[in-house]
């Protein structure tokens, strides 16, 4: 699988990996070893937890490897007047006039219930490139979709977001 991402998205897993390295691996490995410490280990909850902290922490720095190994790199610029990577955009339901605002960004970032949909949902897809005042067409099965005015356009960043954990 090669998911698509910014160098954005690439520099924070590097930020994330590192942190783990350098500060959750030796705390867990600590741990670890200052449970062991408190003797039988078959009946040493202390112990099993601080393991299991230390594989996850392991596994996510595996993970986060793994993603920016096998990923493609994406541009998060866009036209000023087009909905592009990042943006945040005021769209119209034209069947019930219902209005909601979302922010396009990859999957590594994406959360719906806060708004944050990936530039490889059908939404997203279906209002890249598009302007303000454009009624676009959402496929989201061959059978069914649904239509979407764009209301606004606003350049956001992506510094503040957090990539998504499993």
Same mark, same amino acid.
Do not use: C, W
């Given at each position: ?33 200052? +449970? ?13 937890? +601080? ?20 990923? /493609? ?52 897809? +279906? ?10 067409? /959402?496929? /989201?099965?061959? *059978? ?13 960043? *992506? ?8």
């Amino acid at each position: 699988m090669h998911d698509k991402l910014t160098e954005s998205d690439i520099r924070k897993m590097e930020e994330e990996i590192e942190y783990r390295k350098l500060v959750v691996r030796p705390k867990a490995l600590e741990d670890v070893k200052e +449970a062991r410490s408190h003797g039988d280990l078959s009946e040493n909850f202390e112990y099993y937890a +601080a393991k299991q902290f230390k594989n996850k922490n392991e596994s996510r720095i595996r993970y986060l490897e793994r993603m920016i190994k096998t990923a /493609v790199v994406i541009s998060d610029q866009s036209k000023e007047d087009e909905v592009g990577l990042n943006n945040t955009v005021k769209v119209e339901f034209t069947e019930d006039g219902e209005v909601e605002t979302y922010r396009i960004v990859t999957t590594v970032r994406a959360d719906s219930l806060s708004g944050l949909i990936t530039n490889e949902s059908p939404l997203g897809k +279906a209002l890249l490139g598009h302007k303000v005042g454009d009624v676009v067409h /959402v496929e /989201v099965r061959p *059978d069914f979709g649904y239509d979407v005015k764009i209301l606004s356009i606003e350049n956001t960043t *992506d510094e503040g977001d957090e990539i998504r954990q499993f």
